[in-house]
């Protein structure tokens, strides 16, 4: 049987950052969702969503700041579209230069290789950086 995109969204119910958000608060919204029955899946991310787009280029296992994050992305893009390339958070265009000029196949490699640094800590909060974007990803292209 086939799933479908209501099937997914359903299963994925939370996609959230660490942000600054107590690693109290974060882990348990995290086990929360992992203890519901059925399991309620969450893309989260931490520190910040951007983290899934840099690793569309590189490999980063350190923490950032967001003004950090912003600069990375630039330094990736800049070379490619020009000196005057300035990330802005939820830019439209994103999607498409990831596609044109990241790697979707590296993104989630990069992903699941932080994911994999951390074994079975369950202190999420602690997970800096880490993304769990890719098992979203990864369903989506299995639809």
Not at 63 to 78: G, H, T, V
Not at 83 to 111: F, I, V
Request: charged share 25%.
């Amino acid at each position: 049987m086939s799933r479908s995109i209501t099937d997914l969204l359903i299963n994925f119910g939370l996609f959230f950052d660490r942000d600054s958000f107590s690693a109290n608060d974060f882990n348990n919204a995290v086990q929360r969702c992992q203890n519901t029955k059925p399991v309620i899946g969450c893309a989260w991310t931490n520190e910040a969503f951007e983290l899934w787009y840099l690793l569309h280029f590189h490999y980063y296992n350190h923490s950032m700041s967001r003004k950090d994050y912003q600069n990375a992305i630039e330094d990736n893009l800049k070379p490619i579209l020009g000196g005057g390339y300035s990330y802005q958070k939820n830019s439209r265009d994103m999607y498409d230069l990831l596609k044109e000029h990241g790697s979707l196949e590296a993104a989630t490699r990069n992903a699941k290789r932080l994911t994999e640094s951390y074994a079975k800590r369950e202190d999420y909060a602690n997970h800096n950086p880490c993304t769990m974007v890719w098992q979203l990803v990864e369903e989506l292209l299995n639809l």
